[in-house]
């Protein structure tokens, strides 16, 4: 039987691949033992939705913190002292972690006592817990070509970015004759520059016949829905179902992909996972303050096989928004290249390659990686 300790945190970027990969060792290993090790922030909740026992540790981040960073080797020695306890107790065969602070010091941890590791990078700049795990763990899997040669290139694999089960089946809904439906996400926590973009243009898209969803994020939740219901009163509504929903949090992504016949996201590399197993258009605003700005490097990507459309965060204000999106969703043939684009650089089965290289390197558990 298999024993498998994951480990992340922060925000869904990290945690929905970690858990997906929980989910496919599930379907090819039933009686798999599986812990979870985070931080203090959602993946706790999330991780016990999902069925893992979770572990929380004491976890912040270093750089960009000034005077606070001080006290980072008294936490990170009390973290370390509970990881490599909880990992003596639970006798783990390979801890795996996905990037992320909350995961340095468990992987860290399993390598000084001699178990196996592996790490998965998302992003096609890899972060800096990353970047320090890739010297020393056993395996290294990555969603992009690892152009900037930030891996040993002989441990490291290129299996794609996990993603929830379900979501590649939005590749086969039905069009919506007749409708343009357009799906807005700004990450698990929502974005609020893409919030009052859309709610800028909004009065226009409804003018054109486009229905939105909106997944808004808990913090912004009420404004965005009392400014959305503003601009809908004294409106009729045009067709089937609503013209705006707006919600704090989607758990049926792969409904939500269904809905959509065009995504407007930031370029998270889960999302971009999600929208091209999916096989759906984007147009994209990468998160200008992400690290090592990766995400604009993950936009380009998939502007390069034109399945996206890009436009920086900062060109915004100037920028014909409502026009751009008006004008893919009524060219239905070009957004239909946009799809079959997506679709080519999708790896809808990168859960289950993951999955099965954990428990294949579980296996060799006491030989020499």
Sequence with gaps: MTRLILTTGGTGGHIFPALAVAEAVRRQE??????????GGPEGELATRAGLSFVGLPAKGVFGRGLRALAAP?????AFGLAA????????????????????????????????????????????????????????????????????????VRLGNPIRAGIAAAATAPPHPGTKHLLVLGGSQGARAINEAVMAVLPRLLDAGVKVRLQAGR????????????????????????????ENFIDDMAGAYAFADLVL??????????VTAAGKPSFLIPFPFATH???????????????????????????????????????????????RAAAAEARPDAADRIAAALIGLAAKKGDHL
Excluded: C
């Excluded at 039933?30 to 931080?39: E, K, N, S, T, V």
């Excluded at 996201?265 to 999600?274: K, N, Q, S, V």
């Design 293 to 339: 700005d990766h995400q604009s490097v993950n936009a380009a990507f998939l502007a390069r096989a034109g399945a996206a459309e890009v436009v920086a965060q900062k060109d915004l204000a100037g920028f014909d928004l409502a026009g751009a999106l008006i004008g893919l969703l009524e060219d239905r043939e070009r957004l239909a290249r946009m799809g």
């Design 219 to 246: 913090a912004d939740f009420d404004r965005i829905g009392a400014l959305a219901a503003d601009i809908l009163a004294g409106r009729s509504s045009g067709g089937d179902g609503p013209d705006v929903v707006i």
């Design 30 to 39: 039933p009686d798999a033992a599986m812990l979870f090790i985070g931080g």
């Design 74 to 78: 008294f936490w990170m020695a009390r």
């Design 265 to 274: 996201a930031r370029a998270g590399a889960t999302t971009l996972a999600e």
């Design 85 to 156: 306890g909880r990992i003596r107790e639970f006798s783990p065969d390979v801890v795996a972690g996905f990037g992320g602070y909350a995961g340095f010091i468990p992987v860290a941890a399993a390598r000084v006592m001699g178990v196996p590791t592996a790490i998965h990078e998302q992003n096609s700049v890899p972060g800096v817990t990353n970047k320090l795990l890739g010297r020393f763990v056993d395996r290294i899997y990555v969603t992009y070509p690892d152009a900037l040669g930030a891996f040993p290139a002989k441990r490291t």
